[in-house]
Every structure is written in structure tokens, then in C-alpha cells.
């Protein structure tokens, strides 16, 4: 066996908490290694391409693209931080020799930080920890160094990864410096790291070409594009290979590499072949899988690879059949909606899609509310129009067949104050509290165990008692045994009465029986919620109801009522609120949210059966 390393390579992945810069600092990569013309206007945040990603500022799929220092050409793969994509996140480290781990200054490392960084600890990658934004003012880079270090052994890292090059950064200005009374200059420092400290990528040569598919891109015009890296051989175009998995015996397919590219910036451009170390992306092979190796007939060994996280979330995509139903939206029908739901598994690979026994229902199962809530914000802005029922765990049984449901640890940062009501938030809904600690700033950091059932429809609940201060991240803990039924919601709905335009003097007396969602003007119909009972129980209210006029009263007495502001929720909150009898319809327009029966009276008569 031969052995070689491509020194002109290194292959990198960034991690990092959502929002401690990642994108940032990519972008300044690109621009000082001259991936961009002097003069070409780039935007910020070039690789946030979506734009749900843009603007949430989290990067869901993770993006690849390189640049070239000193003749070293350097690939950059972005991971996504959130522990609802943590699918993507270990295939991906399949790819590279070592990570930068990206920590702000001023916020330290965080929950999901955590996450990603065992991964790569537990694949032995070496680190390079680049602390962030050194320039804000309340910047304490000594601390953060202190904290990241302490994870590390948190995590057991081994005595080589602890002893890792620390690098201090600006990712807006587009500096850093290895010492923090260095004369910040540009990114050079941080190049000069990763090729003295990162290994380059190393394989057999004369063996028959292997690589483990690690991501897939989908293109229109040339279907399923395969990501990965060239663990031995080289692969070339027009080059016979063979297609297997090793989860999946049954994959054999022969084929021909018709297309090969590497990346260069942001762009992918064609190459006629690629040896060890490359990442290229491959096209023209139309069933390619994440976790599929293509490899030499002959020489087939599939590589191994972690399985997909299941999906522990599920919820119905459901036709809109409302009063209001294919008034706002383009694709209506359930073949248009069940062909776009099955495009999605193109590229999502933790997403799962099953019929029903109805052709209008799909039973849709993800990691987590943010990565379903992410698909339906999506396909609401290309025009669908919907209805999604309550998510609901997913649940599981064991050998004794005891009940499983998913678990989650729960990290909750907030002001001392509200600490003893979030505990008691917390344990209603059968969280166990593992650990409190007072961090540097004075706020309390409460550890939880709890089912991710809990966890539906509790942000919203959770920022109102925290009053916007609380921060909650979750990462998922694997099976344990079900902890008994609980209510998601403390208090009913009000719920429209007839069909017809909500009126100021409706609305009016409405709002003593709770909080509205809805302002004058607004088209309402029978069964339809618009608002929150200040009771535990549902209540009928009439908002289309004008007064009677007489002789002693006049129309204009009307315009004096004043209105509390109604409530108006972002797609996660309404989420959040439904109860497991309502649905919420969703169109490129509006949001609303109504009982599943909408009549009134086979509503009450279901209660009672």
C-alpha cells in the first residue's frame, strides 16, 4: 500500500453557535484570498443562498466553497449549528481533517457549540479555536479562552486537541492576530494556522477510487448533484464506477461519471478528474443517496458512515378545505403539494414524507419544530397554500413494550428573577431539573431534562414570563421511557361564531373574554379561532355582530371604542399555540388558525364520543 498526502490541499469545516459569526468570516476568507474581483460588489453573508436563510441568519444546509492561499487551496465547509440539523453536521465532518471553532467574545460557548464540536472531538480532528468579534465592547476574549478550554475537557478531548493554536478575530473587519497586543492586519494569521496546524489529506493512490457521498445539491437542469471527498484512487469523466451503501446491501448500480466539478470561491467549476483529497461534486448518477460510496467495479468497499438521525417530531400537511381555501395561494391541490413535499427529500435527508389513508393528508415527520417550520415558511413563500395539525412526538417501544418518547437536555439562560418561574414552567411539563450555575454576567444557566413534547409550544409561554430575557437551547437525548400526559395549553380559544368581516363593536365586546389575534376588517368564518380564552374553556363569540341603530343613537358613537392591539404571531408561535383539535391554514398571505370541525355542533357532539 502507498501512501500519499496532498500537501497542496487542506480541507477545513467552520462550527459554531447560530449567529457567532460563521458566515462572516467565510465571506472575509473569499474576499482577502482574492476569490472576488476588486471591483465586483458582493453582498454580505454571500453564502447564507436562501433567503429564509438570509434572513433568520441561520445557515440550514451546509455550503461548500474554497479559496487559495500560497498555493494551498483551502475547502471550506460550513456546518449548520443547530442540533435539528445534526443529521448534516456528522457526514459533513466525513469530509475534512480539521475544524476552526468560532466563539463570540462576549457570549462565550454555547449549548450548541457543544454539539457539534463532540463530534468532531469524538472523529479526532484537530481544532483551531478562532474567538470572534473582539471588537464589541463588552468583548472578554481571556474568559472565553478559559471556558472553551474547560468544554474541551468537558468533552474529553485528548491532550493533542487541547493544545490547540488560538486565534482572535474581527470577522466584520476582516482581521485577526495570534496574540492579543498584535496590530490587527487581515486574516493572514488564520491562513498561516491552518496550513501549519491542519493535516494535510492523505490516501492510496493505487487503490480503486472511493468516496463516501456527503452532501446533495439539486439543480433542475442536472437533477441530484453528490458531494463528497476522494478517500483513495482518483476518479475521472467518463470513468465506469459502481454505486453501493453500507447500510444497504441491496444498492449495486453500475454507471458512468458523466460530470465532475470542483469548487473555486463560490463557484463549481468542471474538472476532468480529481485525486486524493479533492472535494468534488458529482452529477448525472439520478438515485445518488447521502451515505452512498462510489467506487472502482471490483474494488467495492463501501465506506462506513454514521445513519441519519431519526426524526423525532411529526405533523400533517393537510389540503386547505377551509371557507377561505384557494383564495391566496397558487398550488392548492394535494398533487401539487405532495409533489413538493417529495422534491424536499431531494436535499433534506433527516425529512421523512408518508400518505395517509386520505389522498388529501401527509404525514410529515423532521428533528425538531425548527426544521419543520423552516419547510412550511419555505413553501409558503413559493406560493402553496395548506393546513398543518399540531406536531406531536414521535414515540417508540422497547423490548417490554413500555412506552419510549423522545428526550432532550434543555439549556435555559435567564435573569436571577424569573429562575424560580421558569423552574415551575419547566416541571409542569415533566422537566427534571440536572443543574443550575450563576454565569459571569449574573444570569442563572438551568440544566433540564425533559421530553421534547414539552418543549412544543413552550417559547412562546417561556418569553412572555421572562419578559424577552430567557434563552433556551435544546439538544436532543435519545429515547427514555414516556412521563405521562399533560396539557400543552392552559386556556381555551375563542372561536368565531359566523361567517363575515370582524367588526370594531364585535371585536369590542369580545375582548373582555380574552386576547384577540385580530383587527376590524378582518374575513373570518364559522370555527375559525381569533383569539385566547381567558378561561380554560373554548367560548362562541360573535365579532361580526354591529349594533342596532335607533333614533337615539347614531352609527358615529361607534369610533370612540377603543381596541387592545390584538395579538399578531409569527408562524412558530401559531405553531406553538394550536391545541391537537385545530389546525393552522397557512397561504403566501395570512396565517390562521381554526378548528379541525368547523361546525359548531358536530364539534360538541365529538367532545362527547
Not at 447564507?48 to 433568520?56: F, I, N, P, T
Not at 470572534?132 to 481571556?142: F, G, L, Q, S, T
Not at 498584535?182 to 494569521?189: C, H, M, N, S, Y
Request: glycine fraction near 8%.
Amino acid at each position: 500500500m502507498s501512501f500519499m498526502k496532498r500537501e497542496d490541499i487542506r480541507n477545513i469545516a467552520i462550527i459554531a453557535h447560530v449567529d457567532h459569526g460563521k458566515t462572516t468570516l467565510v465571506d472575509g476568507m473569499l474576499r482577502q484570498s482574492g476569490a472576488f474581483r476588486e471591483n465586483q460588489a458582493v453582498r454580505e453573508r454571500v453564502m447564507d443562498s436562501g433567503d429564509l436563510e438570509r434572513e433568520r441568519g441561520i445557515t440550514i444546509l451546509s455550503k461548500n466553497t474554497a479559496v487559495t492561499y500560497k498555493g494551498v487551496k483551502i475547502n471550506i465547509v460550513d456546518t449548520p449549528g443547530h442540533a435539528d440539523f445534526g443529521g448534516e453536521v456528522e457526514r459533513v465532518l466525513k469530509m475534512v481533517n480539521g475544524v476552526i471553532l468560532l466563539v463570540d467574545a462576549f457570549e462565550g460557548t454555547m449549548p450548541q457549540t457543544r454539539f457539534v464540536l463532540k463530534k468532531a472531538l469524538d472523529l479526532e480532528l484537530p481544532v483551531i479555536v478562532c474567538i470572534n468579534k473582539i471588537d464589541r465592547p463588552e468583548a472578554r476574549p481571556e474568559e472565553v479562552v478559559d471556558e472553551t478550554l474547560e468544554l474541551m475537557m468537558d468533552l474529553e478531548a485528548s491532550d493533542e486537541q487541547l493544545d490547540c493554536p488560538f486565534i482572535y478575530a474581527s470577522a466584520r473587519e476582516g482581521t485577526c492576530v495570534k496574540d492579543l497586543n498584535d496590530e490587527a492586519v487581515d486574516l493572514q494569521p488564520l491562513f498561516d494556522t491552518i496550513i501549519d496546524y491542519i493535516p494535510a489529506p492523505a490516501g492510496d493512490p493505487e487503490k480503486g477510487t472511493q468516496i463516501l457521498i456527503s452532501t446533495i445539491d439539486y439543480n433542475e437542469y442536472v437533477g441530484r448533484i453528490g458531494i463528497g471527498k476522494v478517500d483513495n484512487g482518483s476518479i475521472a469523466v467518463g470513468q465506469e464506477i459502481l454505486r453501493v451503501n453500507f447500510h444497504n446491501p441491496e444498492i449495486r448500480e453500475r454507471t458512468k461519471i458523466t460530470k465532475l466539478y470542483e469548487f473555486d470561491g463560490l463557484k463549481k467549476v468542471d474538472v476532468d478528474r480529481a485525486e486524493i483529497g479533492s472535494i468534488v461534486a458529482i452529477s448525472g448518477i439520478s438515485d445518488l443517496q447521502i451515505g452512498d460510496t462510489i467506487c472502482s467495479p471490483g474494488d467495492d468497499e463501501p465506506i462506513p458512515f454514521q445513519k441519519i438521525s431519526e426524526p423525532t417530531i411529526a405533523m400533517n400537511f393537510i389540503v386547505n378545505d377551509s371557507p377561505l381555501a384557494g383564495r391566496e395561494g397558487k398550488y392548492c391541490t394535494s398533487r401539487q403539494i405532495r409533489e413538493r413535499l417529495m422534491r424536499e427529500l431531494n436535499t433534506d435527508v433527516s425529512l421523512r414524507v408518508e400518505d395517509t389513508s386520505s389522498t388529501d393528508t401527509f404525514h410529515v415527520s423532521g428533528r425538531g419544530e425548527l426544521h419543520l417550520s423552516v419547510l412550511i415558511e419555505k413553501m409558503r413563500r413559493e406560493g402553496y397554500e395548506f393546513a398543518v395539525s399540531k406536531a406531536e412526538v414521535i414515540l417508540k417501544q422497547d423490548g417490554q413494550n413500555r412506552k419510549l418518547e423522545p428526550m432532550e437536555i434543555a439549556y435555559v439562560d435567564v435573569p436571577q428573577e424569573f429562575s424560580g418561574t421558569v423552574i415551575s414552567m419547566l416541571s409542569e411539563r415533566k422537566g427534571e431539573l440536572q443543574g443550575m450555575s450563576t454565569l459571569a454576567d449574573g444570569t442563572t444557566r438551568l440544566e433540564f431534562g425533559i421530553p421534547s413534547r414539552g418543549l412544543i409550544g413552550f417559547h412562546g409561554p417561556f418569553l412572555t414570563a421572562t419578559k424577552g430575557t430567557g434563552v433556551l437551547n435544546t439538544i436532543f437525548d435519545g429515547y427514555g421511557p414516556y412521563k405521562g400526559d399533560f396539557n400543552y395549553r392552559k386556556n381555551g380559544s375563542l372561536i368565531a361564531f359566523e361567517d363575515g368581516d370582524a367588526v370594531t363593536y364585535g371585536l369590542f365586546s369580545a375582548q373582555e373574554r380574552g386576547a384577540l389575534f385580530i383587527t376590524p376588517g378582518t374575513r373570518v368564518y364559522s370555527g375559525m379561532v381569533v383569539g385566547e380564552s381567558a378561561k380554560p374553556e373554548d367560548i362562541e363569540i360573535n365579532v361580526c355582530k354591529t349594533k342596532h341603530l335607533t333614533n337615539t343613537r347614531s352609527s358615529s358613537a361607534d369610533e370612540a371604542l377603543t381596541l387592545t392591539p390584538p395579538r399578531i404571531m409569527s408562524l412558530e408561535q401559531a405553531m406553538d399555540f394550536i391545541d391537537t383539535d385545530e389546525l393552522l391554514e397557512v397561504t403566501p398571505k395570512s396565517l390562521r388558525i381554526r378548528k379541525k370541525i368547523l361546525d359548531s355542533r358536530l364539534r360538541k357532539r365529538a367532545q362527547f364520543h
